[in-house]
């Protein structure tokens, strides 16, 4: 009797596989079909990135709706047998399994959530369902080994091999690297002509100053005429492309000669002794009455094409004097025009990828200007962070993480590169351009398969100052801050558009920098008032950086509203970042995305009587939040002792499966921590004194402050130094957190061997840092007087 009845369940076997195989097949296309053809946020190209998204996923769908469709066979098989009652039950639930399993469950299967619930799954399902009955009622066919067969290449082989097939036709993205940055290597030119007096070297153009046309700064070789300076193409260039452009500085002709009106120039480019571009420029003041900056754009070498080279070919870059000018009363200083941008670079597209678990997407979010004490989850007790406070909760928070600088342009070298200041040459504005030769972030993870898109709202941090290296798509450029409500609508819709692809988004938001403009909402719930009598035109900006050094009153109203207003620019900056999370959720993104949230500096509320950042190393202006979720990460950690932000390079490209090369980098989660952490500013003041070179220590509980200053040959020693240029404060264990009390003085032996692991340190820096490194030019130094960055006198 056993044997009997194992051979009528084998049979069942048999009868239930080939229909829940079907059903499963049919299912699989059926999802598939309907993920490809919904409505998609981003046009053509976003709909072709999900539908490759969804056929690369489709391996994995087609397992889950074999789950499906062999619960669904098993209650049609079911009802085959049975009365008419249970068989109209058994039919319903089949439906609905189909129908479940159409419009999204199980909600993570690999591939996107359908958009909503229209008539078409339903028609689906019933069709699904019917043809399931059919093969319930089958009778012989739907038994034995040859059914199985037939089943399963119909309903699994069959759509498995195309969809295969297709989803191996990777969506391309495009890639540039820069193979020879020569502006930036005068030592490999060679100078073949030159105007007597005045050699060409490496400067910053500005045609003229203006936002809106191609007339930025640009590294530039300055070349007088005549003048010709040539370089030879390196074999590990490959086959490249040259890119320059030619122009002049809005210097040459605001300072022409009474007898000239215009200063026209020769501008050529031979490969080979052979002229393969050329252009004559005349440069000339702008007539009266008439605003036209394209007639001062950059003139680019061989178009949008640049001009191909192969290696060992020999590059001429030239200027001269047209014929005919009388030169005779030109200046030295009127001569600085030449080819900027001169770079050698090489496309390599990559194929995008598909984002999973363990080789997570990347969002990467730098508050400007946000102190770590002004956040909940960092003890503030005011409401100002509700969406940073859950992002702690559920990640990892590091409670005395530091910024490599109190600044922007220092400090977000060092967030894209993972390297000190010194090491990656951006220190001031005179060397505020991130050079070629750095790798960044972006580069590294965009070799890696990553859609890279960064959306700056700083004004600094611009392609014109390559901080765009490694990213597809870059929006910045522009000349005032850019508050969130302009800025995050873009980056959703962006991510919206590459939900289905590997991506690193970069967001630089700037709600808590001046000009102060919260939202409405946060300023009304956080309860700010009126601003108080005294209170600036300008606003926060209106307050002097060192008030007590000019006379400015501040009264204690005018300290409380400025603190609250930053309060509510912060709260404002946190509504965003919540927008960002949300959508990330909405999107089914989060088991799939690592979220990075950090600040470039913080801000000096008249702590230690300055305002702003870039003054000073202290704790209100270089302590940062710190903040990693995400897969893999655990929740709710908290990790004490000092580490320096410069690392979320370095432990985001590990997330990235690729390696950052910065010296010393850490992984911040897997790594043992030093507990110890740099800082510097060019910009610092104490008293009245302005422009000083401030270093910042961290080292366990002791925080030195070291102002240095500048000698040829390395560094006073330590013990040489004078005590009035140290300061040393106790901010371990809660005894002097908000550097109040400098202790150098009675501990000087302890303040001057910090200072001696400083230096070592520093040292170690600027022996690896590049030696050239452009600065800004007439159009950087607008933007900088605008933004309150630099004055009149700089």
């Given amino acids: 009797m056993s044997s009997v009845r194992a051979h009528e369940e084998r049979a069942g076997i048999l009868e239930l596989l080939p229909t829940g195989i079907g059903m499963g097949g049919l299912l699989g296309v059926a999802r598939a079909w309907l993920l490809g053809s919904g409505p998609v946020v981003g046009g053509a190209d976003a709909a072709a990135l999900e539908r490759w998204a969804t056929l690369s996923r489709f391996p ?167 003048c010709a300076v040539g370089f030879d193409v390196p074999v590990e260039a490959g086959v490249a492309t040259l890119r320059a452009a030619a122009g002049a500085d809005l210097s040459v002709w605001s300072k022409l000669p009474p007898n000239l009106d215009a200063l026209a120039v020769d501008y050529s480019v031979e490969l080979d002794g052979k002229v393969v571009w050329s252009e004559r420029i005349a440069h000339a003041p702008m007539p009266p009455g008439v605003w036209e900056p394209a007639r001062f754009a950059w003139r680019h070498v061989g178009g949008a094409d640049g001009i191909a080279v192969r290696p060992g070919q020999k590059v001429t870059l030239r200027t001269a004097f047209a014929p005919g000018q009388d030169v005779s009363g030109l200046a ?180 808590p920098h001046t000009p102060h403009r919260p939202h409405p909402e946060e300023a009304a719930r956080l309860g700010l008032g009126a601003p108080p009598a005294g209170w600036p035109e300008r606003g926060a900006d209106g307050i002097p950086v060192h008030p007590e050094s000019v006379g400015f009153e501040v009264s204690p109203e005018v300290r409380r509203f400025m603190s609250d207003e930053y309060d509510a620019s912060v709260a404002t900056g946190d509504r965003w970042v919540g927008a960002v999370l949300t959508e990330l959720r909405r999107l089914g993104l989060d ?59 370095s432990t985001l490209a590990a997330y990235g499966g690729t390696v950052l090369a910065a010296r010393d980098a850490l992984h911040l989660i897997d790594d043992e921590l030093r507990d110890e952490a740099q800082t510097m500013t060019l910009r610092g003041r104490r008293g009245r004194e302005g422009g000083l070179r401030l270093h910042g220590f961290r080292a366990g509980p002791w925080m030195l402050h070291w102002r240095e200053h500048p000698r040829e040959g390395g560094f006073l020693a330590p013990v040489d130094v004078p005590l009035d240029d140290l300061r040393l404060y106790d901010v371990g264990g809660g005894v002097d957190p908000n550097e109040l009390h400098d202790v150098a003085l009675v501990e000087e032996a302890r303040a001057r061997g910090l200072l001696e692991q400083l230096q070592q340190r520093l040292a170690e820096s600027r022996a690896h840092g590049p030696q050239l490194v452009p600065g800004v030019g007439a159009g950087g130094m607008a933007t900088l007087r605008h933004i309150g960055y630099a004055g009149e006198d700089d």
């Fill in 591 to 649: 088991d799939r995305t690592v979220v990075c949230f950090t600040s470039d500096h913080g801000e000096g509320l008249l702590e230690h009587g300055l305002r702003g950042h870039g003054n000073s190393v202290h704790a209100e202006e270089v302590r940062v939040p710190l903040i990693l979720a995400g897969p893999g990460l655990p929740a709710g950690r908290r990790v004490r002792g000092a580490v320096s932000n410069r690392h979320v390079a």
């Fill in 332 to 511: 030295e200083d009127g001569l600085m025009l030449g080819f900027g941008g001169v770079v050698l670079e090489r496309s390599a597209p990559r194929a995008r990828s598909l984002a999973r678990p363990d080789a997570p997407n990347i969002v990467y979010i730098v508050m400007d200007t946000q102190r770590a004490d002004r956040l909940g989850c960092y003890g503030y007790r005011r409401p100002v962070s509700p969406h940073i406070d859950a992002l702690a909760r559920r990640g990892v928070l590091y409670e005395d993480a530091y910024a490599t600088s109190s600044w922007t342009w220092p400090s977000t070298g060092s967030l894209l590169t993972g390297m000190l200041p010194d090491e990656h040459g951006v220190t001031g504005n005179d060397r505020c351009t991130l050079g070629f030769a750095n790798t960044t972030l972006a580069e590294a993870l965009q070799a890696r398969g990553y859609t890279t898109a960064a959306f700056s709202g700083n004004p600094l941090i611009v392609p014109g100052r390559q901080f765009d290296q490694g990213f597809e798509h870059f929006d910045g450029a522009v000349p005032d801050f850019r508050m969130s409500d302009m800025l995050v609508p873009g980056a959703l819709e962006w991510l919206r558009r590459h939900a289905s692809v590997r991506f690193f988004l970069y967001l630089h938001l700037v709600d």
């Fill in 60 to 226: 994995s769908l087609l397992a889950e709706a074999l789950v499906a469709g062999v619960a669904g066979g098993v209650l049609l098989v079911f009802a085959a047998s049975r009365g008419y009652s249970q068989r109209a039950l058994a039919y319903l639930v089949a439906l609905a399994v189909g129908l479940l399993f159409l419009s999204g469950w199980p909600p993570e299967s690999g591939a996107a959530a359908l958009p909503g619930f229209g008539y078409e799954p339903l028609v689906l399902a019933a069709g699904i369902a019917l043809v399931g009955l059919l093969f319930a009622h089958a009778g012989n066919l739907a038994r034995g080994p040859l059914a199985l067969v037939a089943a399963g290449l119909v309903a699994i082989a069959l759509p498995l091999s195309i969809a295969r097939a297709l989803a191996a036709d990777a969506p391309q993205m495009p890639r540039r690297i820069i193979v020879a940055d020569v502006v930036a290597s005068p030592d490999a030119w060679r100078i073949l002509e030159q105007r007597p007096g005045l050699p060409p070297k490496p400067v910053t153009l500005t045609p003229i100053v203006d936002q809106h046309a191609d007339v930025a700064d640009k590294p530039a070789i300055r070349m007088a005429p005549p």
